[in-house]
């Protein structure tokens, strides 16, 4: 299972950013997808999930309102759309996909993404 994860940048604080995984190595809709988040200094942070069959979501208090999770089967993708984003928000974002998880914590995904860098300037 490879994830690749893209996207991340430097930003303006009120900006916004999408951050793409794509996936390849299994079969993409069978298993859930998250995102997390870490700050330097800090513990890695759940950030979103989306289940298999983009039948659900779940986001963390951290993502609730700003951003949006979503998924294209078909290019075998999760997005993270990520809007009104504050200094706070710098860290490096990374992708996981799990087969039992339903809520974005960390210890129940298997496999993860190299990180993709998000600074916020303010």
């Known amino acids: 299972v490879q994830l690749q994860a893209s996207g991340g940048g430097l930003v303006q604080a009120g900006g916004s950013l999408r951050l793409s995984c794509a996936a390849s190595?299994?079969?993409?809709?069978?298993?859930?997808m998250g995102w997390f988040r870490q700050a330097p200094r800090k513990e890695r942070e759940g950030l979103s999930l989306i289940t298999k069959n983009s039948g659900g979501t779940y986001y963390t208090e951290s993502a609730k309102g700003r951003f949006t999770i979503s998924r294209d089967a078909a290019k075998n993708t999760v997005f993270l759309q990520m809007r009104n984003l504050k200094p706070e928000d710098t860290a490096i974002y990374y992708c996981?996909?799990?087969?039992?998880?339903?809520?974005?914590?960390?210890?129940?995904?298997?496999?993860w993404g190299q990180g993709t860098q998000v600074t916020v300037s303010s």
């Open positions: 996981a996909t799990s087969n039992r998880a339903l809520i974005p914590i960390a210890d129940e995904f298997d496999y």
């Open positions: 190595g299994r079969t993409f809709s069978s298993y859930a």
